[in-house]
């Protein structure tokens, strides 16, 4: 399955968390754990102005809560909007 995003939305690839966290003898579920805030854009949206600020494969610094969640063959994407993308990370 392809995702295509539309208008000044992008689609972004998530890091792999680690599978089980512990904090003592206490584990911690997936819906307690931090989501990452990094990922890498794997599509832009038809907008031109986004397309002349980010591109596929920028890794970006995103809003906490913005976009969308979705899993597809074991991995997780966000889509999100222009507005969500606060930063590019540059290594």
Do not use: C, F
Not at 59 to 78: D, R
Request: aromatic share 4%; hydrophobic share 35%; no cysteine.
């Amino acid at each position: 399955m392809i995702l295509k995003p539309i208008d000044d939305r992008v689609v972004i690839k998530l890091t792999q968390e680690s599978k089980e966290k512990k904090i003592g003898n206490l584990y911690i579920p997936d819906s307690a754990k931090e989501t990452p805030q990094i990922g890498e854009i794997i599509a832009v949206g038809n907008d031109e102005d986004l397309q002349e600020i980010v591109k596929v494969g920028d890794n970006v610094l995103y809003a906490k809560y913005g976009g969308n969640e979705v899993e597809i063959e074991n991995n997780k994407y966000l889509i999100i909007s222009r507005s969500d993308i606060l930063a590019i990370v540059e290594k």
